[in-house]
């Protein structure tokens, strides 16, 4: 009897390579996510990323300096409505994520969370 050192290896290549059944039209499994769908959600977002116009941008320095964190505020060219990249630019790195507006809102939300917790850590600090 062998033992396997790694048994999530064996699953993991289960799930690729597992013959398709049922109505899955072709499509495979990874994780319980679609490949289909995970790409078309990928090249959805590089398209919001690359595309659209820079109406506003604001960037901001981190890391001593060596990083740059921009905030664009975009518009689609094909459909008019706007949208937020924020890029994480690094030498050798750049990061990116695209928000829609309700996206933006709840990271906004986050971050407003943040400075309160720091201004009051800050104010308990000091008391």
Do not use: H, W
Not at 19 to 30: E, K, S
Not at 66 to 76: A, D, E, G, H
Not at 100 to 122: H, R, T
């Amino acid at each position: 009897m062998s033992v396997l050192k790694r048994p999530y290896a064996a699953l993991a290549t289960t799930a690729i390579t597992a013959p398709i059944t049922g109505n899955d039209q072709g499509l495979r499994y990874l994780g319980g996510i679609r490949l289909f769908k995970f790409f078309s959600a990928a090249r959805k977002v590089t398209k919001l990323i690359m595309g659209g116009y820079v109406v506003e941008k604001i960037d901001v320095r981190a890391n001593a300096g060596m990083t740059t964190v921009s905030l664009q505020r975009k518009i689609n060219s094909e459909t008019g409505q706007y949208y937020i990249v924020l890029a994480e630019l690094t030498p050798g790195n750049f990061q990116f994520v695209a928000f829609d507006q309700g996206e933006f809102a709840s990271f906004a939300n986050a971050v407003a969370k943040m400075q309160e917790a720091l201004a009051q850590q800050a104010a308990g600090i000091q008391s």
